[in-house]
């Protein structure tokens, strides 16, 4: 009998790791703790996904389908990984609904979290009600289809992106020095997206440097600027305060490059969140004895495989943003590698 | 016409002093090296992104012509004459508040980086030091001898020739308004509370094994002598104090 394989995470990364299973007939038991399937980007109503400028549902949708259609697999909504025994290709793993399952290897794709940023106290967030985070300008677009002040409904004049909010900061100890990686490109693509339905609408980007990365370079840096006149400000936000004279925030920051310091009047300020490992990665890193980094607990590959989705356990695979920030194209490709190291693992047991 | 020579400009608008020009390089060098070589630089001075959170958020920044991004730049760069120079007015106009510090995505310690070359700068008895720190005589003498920064009979209107006749009248019998204070406040007028003797000493033995004293001998020669006369007398007393006690258990 053909041994199954474990998805851990019905994210991105799980949904393409438990698709190509499914394509190659291995059994496949795919965990999902939350009632859906698709991860942060489907539950958390995303709008647009960077790089493709696609439609969450367009991009998971196939995936999810697929995965839910394919007999191979066995989706478990609702349900957590409790308790792991033996050894590959001989896991015996004691899940959440009292079931007890035999697999000969396990893929993790537990993802990230998002940076609590009222932790960052003097950006405001959570004080005042016009301080939102990128998440929530997400969930604006998608749910409401409209830009709009929290503290009045109107339409602001000037919105600020506050870049690196709970990543590349020490002052939060050594697990938030790592860059989130998207929020650079995701700030280009909603500065855009403003711009385009509202014009008359003055946005700012403040950075301490722009990591669009690649190709990522022109459609979210250099085309915000040229196309869609978002201001890029060179400069790290140091605190968010409120006027109570006119009602709007005040954003205070040095201009770097031209050295002036600045304090200006904005109507919405977004924090663009840093990434940080789920409470999901760190209880399965725990259950499984999986190598993490020191600084910021995200899962570590092995170095002697040379792959960077082999783990330090046998028969262990890790995807996606369990082992770091990511992007959600790159995330679906590592599940899609772990799924097919997964049956090439079980296959060469067999065949032995 | 004289050879035009340019001069370099750091802050917003400071040209580098032509007295900073004229000591010698290796001297420049010595001074910033004592900086360099304090037990906490390396924990001060880590990378630097230009971010300018340190700077936008510093309130001397506001009203001086004084960035702490560019004093941490500066020493990124190793910017000899531009450090030196800083240290002789520059850097004097940091409120130490360490804002940039608690800000600052490095954990950089501008403020710290200041308290260095301050203290380098006076361990120098720079000139610039002298005359900045010649206000602050009064207090110096009150810490020096007390360990009290102010006291209630420091303030006096020879000192504040602005103070008006409404203040002149609030300073007129100290003691009695002191004492009808409803809380204790030591009583003392000459200082801010009550200070023990014993207190006092054991200050005195920590001024001279850091080598204050003699600091402060190099700064202000005058002020060096007066407040060695109350710590002499002080000490004398205690002497005495040990020498009676001595006595009685005997």
Redesign the interface.
Known sequence: MAKSVLVIGGGPAGLAAARVLGKLGIPTILVEKEDKLGGRPILESYHTLIPRKMKPEQVLGPFIEEVQNNPNVDVKLGTEVEAVEGEAPNFKVKLSNGETVDVGAIIVATGFKHFDPRRKG?LGFGIYPDVITNLQLEQMFSKEGKLYRPSNGELPKRVAFVF?VGS????LGVTNVHCCRYGCALSGLQGSEIKEKYPEVEVFCYY??VRTYGTWEYPFYWEPQEKYGVRYV??????VTYSPKDGRLRV?????IV?R??EIPMDLVVLVLGMEPSDGTLKIAKILGLAQDPDNKFLLPSEESGSNIVSNKPGVFIAGACKGPIDIESSIAEGEAAGAEAAAFLGAKVSA | MAEQTQVRKYG?NIPISEKTLQVPWEEKVRVIEEVRSDFRFKDFL?GC?????C????PS??FFDY?P?EIVQRFLENDIDVLYDMMHEYIWACSQCFTCW??????NNPGGLVIIMREVAVRNAFEATKDLLKPYGRVLLKVMTTGNQLSADMLQPDFFPDWGPKMLDNMENLRAKRMAIPFDVGKAVKTAWEVSLQTAIEMYQIWRETGIFELIERLDPNLYNVIMDIVEENEERWEELLEEMGEEQA
Do not use: W
């Open positions: 003097e690196c590349r900061d020490r002052q301490m440097d060179r400069g790290r936000i140091a605190e205070k920051h040095e201009d770097t050295q310091p600045a | 917003y880590f992104l230009n971010c300018g959170v700077t936008a958020s510093c920044n506001r960035s991004r608690i800000r600052c995505p490095f954990v």
